[in-house]
């Protein structure tokens, strides 16, 4: 097959690129195409394909927040900046619309990847259609969570079955054959805990965990969601899967107001998972479907914020989960979950003074 690619000459090389981590072994030498782990490298990657602008470095890293490490999606974002005209804020600004990012990745392949045979979309569609169903179902619940660091053991834990049902069978795929095919097809990447971190005690950190994590490229997520609008049904179904997940993670705040101290690690290892959750309550492409639950877990996560004194978001959120409660109690209703709901939301609002519920 390889015959009419030979080299004329005595020496040369043939590079044969592949998106299977698994050719490396049949190879004598291998370029490994993940995500760039470092974001300053990620950065000179984009002001490169960026040929004719002067990047601010600081506009720079912003975008590289919103698109993620891969190299690929990196060499198309900056085409799509380049044949726009646009400026860098203005495009890290419009990922925070829904439909926004699907428009860049779903569009005509610009020039910066023109060497490449597929576009950035081709490529996820590749990989996707070789996973099995239920490994995409598992990605598909990542799509919700926080891309910068997933617990595995809040995913892969033996107590989970009954939710991720399809996972546990005897015809299921198992932990470690998820994570082979996600991690080779560059759908996610692999964090393993620090042991120096482990060693001292401290606290989970997202760029030094004390627990492995998935870390999911903000691009694929991105892709993943828009795929998932499409299909509202299956969209509803990994939605609810994946709060079961983090509320079978998340301790419940004490039902009689006792500090809680002694569980704020557990909150901090899920509470970027939870507001990744929140976000895609308050920004769906369609409403999902509300539930007394969730009201419960935003509540319990309210509390913690409380504790620690963490301000930022904290009413917006309690009073997201107000509104869930209006929705579906009945106005007379003197719901437990409600109830609780109310005392953190009284709490944030002795703290904050006077009128603090108009402007919390």
């Not at 996820?124 to 169903?133: G, I, M, Q, R, S």
């Not at 805990?193 to 060693?199: G, M, V, Y």
């Not at 030094?208 to 969209?235: C, E, W």
């Not at 703290?351 to 402007?359: I, K, L, T, V």
Request: proline share 8%; with cysteine.
């Amino acid at each position: 097959m390889v015959q009419r690619y030979m080299p004329c000459s005595q020496h040369g090389s043939i590079i044969v690129t592949s998106q299977l981590s698994d050719m490396r072994d049949v190879t004598t030498c291998s370029i490994l195409i993940g995500g760039i782990s470092s974001q300053e490298e990620a950065l000179d990657l984009l002001i490169h394909y960026l040929r004719n602008k002067a990047v601010d470095r600081d506009e720079g890293k912003a975008v590289i927040n919103v698109i993620g490490s891969l190299p690929i999606a990196i060499a198309h974002a900056a085409g799509v900046i380049n044949q726009t005209c646009c400026s860098l804020p203005d495009f890290a600004k419009s990922f925070k619309e829904r439909s926004d990012p699907t428009t860049v990745w779903l569009g005509d392949k610009p020039l910066t990847i023109s060497q490449y045979e597929r576009s950035f979309a081709a490529v996820f569609d590749w990989a996707l259609a070789t996973l099995d169903p239920p490994v995409r179902g598992i990605l598909e619940c990542l799509a919700f969570l926080d891309p910068k660091g997933i617990p595995e053991d809040m995913i892969f834990a033996p107590q989970r079955p009954e939710i991720l049902e399809f996972l546990y069978t005897s015809q299921g795929p198992g932990p470690l054959k998820v994570k082979k095919q996600l991690i080779s097809r560059h759908l996610v990447e692999s964090q393993a805990a620090d042991p120096e971190s482990i060693s001292n005690g401290s606290a989970p950190q997202a760029t030094s965990p004390i627990y492995p994590a998935l870390l999911v490229h903000r691009s694929v997520q991105q892709m993943l969601l828009f795929k998932l609008d499409q299909n509202p049904g299956t969209r509803e179904l990994r939605f609810r899967q994946t709060f079961d997940l983090l509320r079978m993670a998340v301790p419940k705040q004490s039902p009689y107001r006792a500090p809680i101290n002694h569980l704020w690690p557990v909150y901090e290892k899920y509470v970027p998972s939870v507001r990744s959750l929140y976000h895609n309550i308050i920004n769906p492409a369609t409403p999902f479907k509300p539930f007394l639950e969730l009201v419960e877990l935003l509540s319990d996560i309210g509390n913690y914020f409380w504790e620690r004194n963490i301000t930022n978001g904290s009413m917006e959120m309690l009073q997201t989960a107000e509104n869930i409660c209006t929705e579906v109690l009945d106005p007379d209703d003197p719901h437990p979950v409600l109830s609780g709901l109310l005392v953190v939301i009284a709490s944030f609002e002795l703290n904050a003074g006077p009128d603090s519920r108009a402007s919390c």
